[in-house]
């Protein structure tokens, strides 16, 4: 299991970690029972507090996406079957509602929108190992 934490982000660390393990467990990439990072590997892996791993995971277990087990740290729970697309589309839906409003603000037609949308949707394109886009 990777996490990517950004600490200029905006978005508050312990929220990244929490966004993380929900987007993971909605597409399948963590499954019940998957042991997530214990508190001070991941708080040492990324520079970062123990307290805000710490909170991340208390909130994800009082969301009953993850649970302690005796001698093996947090596991992912089992949760309660859910249509999984319909649960991506949910988390998907609050970014994609302020991209909506920013596009508006913007003037951009929802065609242009969609372009862009498609565009940032398709993975980049080996260009021999260089960033191209820098």
Known sequence: MR????????????RQIVEQVRRQVASGQLRAGDEVPSVRVLAQAHAINPMTVSKAYSLLEAEGLLERRRGLGMVVATVRPTSRTSQRLALLEPTLRAAAQQAAQLGLSVDEALALF???MTPPTDLGGRDESR
């Open 3 to 14: 996490f990517h934490i950004a600490p200029s982000d905006a978005v508050p660390i312990y």
């Open 118 to 120: 498609k565009r940032c």
